[in-house]
């Protein structure tokens, strides 16, 4: 009777463990034997790899997909097991597919700002995932990342929503470095090895990179019978492009020197403390006006005026802010730094960005609030520290009532007493905890 509820009791707490859908394919679904073969070997790699990318925090959701083009209510319904090794024509790729639900302004946003987004924001950690794991296999020749996202745009006076589908092929050698690399320019040079597919058609990722597709070269002899492509690859990598650059007797993943030349790296920015003063000169005079006419909806910290400061590498206008909340909303510090969002920053987004028109060079902003709880006794009052680092294409979306607040929040980062954490504001606000 003991053994009895000892099992019962594993059994419900299993039953109580969410379960987390496979997002590899099993070995014996892939018709190809070698792919098969290789599916096998690497099973273990795949499933950490797998773990990485799903757990990865995206700024919009993001799934692991056998399809392309479908509803988040679609996707949340679908077999989201991606992740599989595939053979075309001879070439083996480690094949990646997902949907990402951000929905991009045509407006705010060109076609190459929307695709070095995803690929900075969903292939790079994809990659980062994948390729040290898979480093030291010699039948692997490349990475293929197939990723559809959303662009937004006006038609007729109507928003319509349409997806754009991402396809990169990035050599196994190439692969490895990007992922182990720190700097920006270090992983331009290593992409100019790469091909970008946007739609079917060749796309330059990054300034100086070929956009064309390899040219077909004269056949010297009859070619070789080629076996029909295995079902586990997708229209997305096999496009038009892919497939002439294939059946030219090219491996998908690599250029020649002429048409990828080498990218010079870009010159590192200037983001030290006299560069962000003279950048500030000019803006000054703005930024005396916007605290005379925002002081009392913003409760600008009187000696800590607005200020360009350098975070990650991009430059932020920081606005010191305090936030006085009322005594009932005390609670957790997500709580607090959720209701400060959602009482306060958020009141103020429109109104700032009014003043901070297409031209700035600045390339975000940071509203930094200290946040008062008075005490519902006698007590001291509870302060933290909020920061609010938000990116300024973003906001303009945000202004346009093109995105909600949660998804600013998730384009950015959010500081509290220092640290950085993820806030989600309804389960946040409802946090009632000390």
């Known amino acids: 009777m003991h053994n009895g509820k000892v099992v ?163 050599p196994r050698e190439a692969a490895g470095k990007v992922a182990g690399s720190n700097g920006i320019n270090d992983e331009i040079a290593l992409l100019s090895q790469s091909n970008v597919f946007v739609d079917g058609e060749p796309f330059a990722l990054w300034p100086g990179q070929d956009a064309k597709a390899p040219e077909r070269q004269p056949a010297t002899q009859a070619p070789a019978a080629t076996p029909a492509p295995p079902p586990a690859v997708s229209a997305a990598v096999l496009s038009k492009a892919l497939i002439a650059q294939v059946e030219a007797g090219h491996p998908p993943a690599q250029t020649s020197a002429q048409t990828s030349p080498a990218v010079a790296p870009l010159p590192a920015r200037d983001l030290s403390p006299n560069a962000l003063q003279q950048e500030q000169a000019v803006y000054q005079g703005l930024l005396d006006r916007f605290v005379r006419e925002l002081d009392a909806q913003a409760h600008f910290i009187s000696y800590a005026p607005p200020a360009l400061i350098a975070f990650r590498n991009t430059s932020y206008l920081q606005l010191s802010i305090t936030t006085t909340l009322s005594p009932s909303d005390s609670g957790s510090q997500y709580r607090i730094a959720a209701l400060a969002f959602d009482r306060h920053v958020a009141h103020l ?10 031209g700035t060079q600045f390339d975000g902003i940071v509203f930094s609030s200290t946040v008062h709880v008075p005490s519902q006794s006698a007590g001291s009052p509870l302060t933290e520290s909020v920061e609010f680092f938000f990116p300024l294409s973003e906001l303009r979306r945000y202004e346009q009532y093109d995105i909600t607040g949660q998804q600013l929040i998730n384009s950015g980062f959010v500081l509290i007493n220092g640290e950085r954490v993820g806030l989600e504001l309804q389960s946040a606000e409802s946090d009632l905890r000390p």
């Open 8 to 170: 019962l009791a594993i059994a419900t707490l299993l039953a109580a463990v969410p379960q987390i859908p496979a997002q590899v394919l099993a070995p014996p679904e892939i018709l190809d034997p070698a792919m098969r073969a290789l599916q096998q070997k690497h099973m273990s790699e795949l499933k950490a790899a797998a773990v990485d990318i799903t757990t990865h925090n995206y700024p919009y959701k993001f799934y692991l997909s056998r399809t392309l083009d479908i509803t988040e209510k679609q996707e949340q319904q679908s077999d989201q097991r991606s992740i599989r090794f595939s053979q075309f024509q001879g070439h083996t790729v480690l094949q990646v597919t997902g949907n990402y639900f951000a929905a991009y302004s045509d407006q705010s946003m060109d076609r190459k700002e929307r695709v070095q987004r995803t690929y900075l924001d969903v292939m790079l950690p994809i990659l980062r995932a994948t390729a040290p794991r898979l480093q030291n296999e010699p039948e692997l020749t490349s990475f293929a990342i197939e990723i559809s996202h959303h662009v937004r745009k006006l038609v007729l006076g109507v928003t319509v929503e349409r997806p754009e589908n991402l396809v990169l092929i990035v």
């Open 349 to 358: 987004i429109r109104s700032t960005m009014a003043f901070f028109k297409e």
